[in-house]
């Protein structure tokens, strides 16, 4: 749907169509249907075919998520660009590099000072984890039996942050007991002798 107003909002889309829902939910295929009377042709308008890529959307946040250019500016303006931005090493041809090409050709400048990337979280023989594969760990339960302390020290002495990281339960107790528990035993000893 193409329209010459550049800001516009749910009620705008409902005064200019007569076939817009009251609850319209903004997405395919459910604004598939809603069309506009062009006012210089009288032609029916509609919803194009084409979706650009999803990754535009999330290369966009930066501006979308202050309504920018159209409110907030100030706000914007104090955080842009980032300090830095965290994501997966399967996001660089995706999110970082739709980020950086929006802002390049909006701004002339990157949306981030500094990049941080991190590896991916693996099962126990070295497969990515995903539900799908049904390889994954609920990361409450594992906070639950282990403690986020345990968990923490794991993943920052296992491997550097940007290298893939094998998870699993007996690795996690391994660390747990050699690092954890010697320094909770020592510090109990000491608590206790001088009680």
Request: hydrophobic share 35%.
């Amino acid at each position: 749907m193409r329209s010459s107003a550049s800001n516009g909002s749910i009620d705008e889309l409902k005064s200019l169509s007569s076939n817009c829902p009251e609850n319209i939910e903004l997405h395919r295929p459910f604004l598939d249907s809603v069309t506009i009377i062009c006012p210089k042709c009288g032609k029916e308008m509609y919803r194009v075919p084409e979706v650009i890529d999803c990754w535009f959307d999330s290369g966009a946040m930066p501006f979308a998520q202050h309504h920018y250019p159209f409110e907030n500016k100030e706000l914007f303006e104090t955080q842009f660009p980032a300090d830095f931005i965290c994501e997966g090493v399967d996001q660089t041809r995706g999110w970082f590099y739709s980020l950086l090409a929006i802002s390049t050709l909006i701004f002339n400048k990157a949306p981030f000072k500094n990049v941080i990337v991190i590896g991916h979280v693996l099962d126990e023989n070295g497969q990515k984890m995903s539900k799908s594969k049904g390889n994954s760990v609920d990361p409450f339960d594992v906070l639950k039996i282990y403690g986020a302390d345990a968990v923490r020290w794991y993943f920052y002495i296992n491997s550097a942050p940007w290298l893939p990281n094998r998870f699993h339960d007996k690795a996690v107790t391994e660390y747990q007991r050699k690092f954890m528990g010697t320094l909770w035993n020592t510090y109990a000893f000491l608590y206790c002798t001088e009680i």
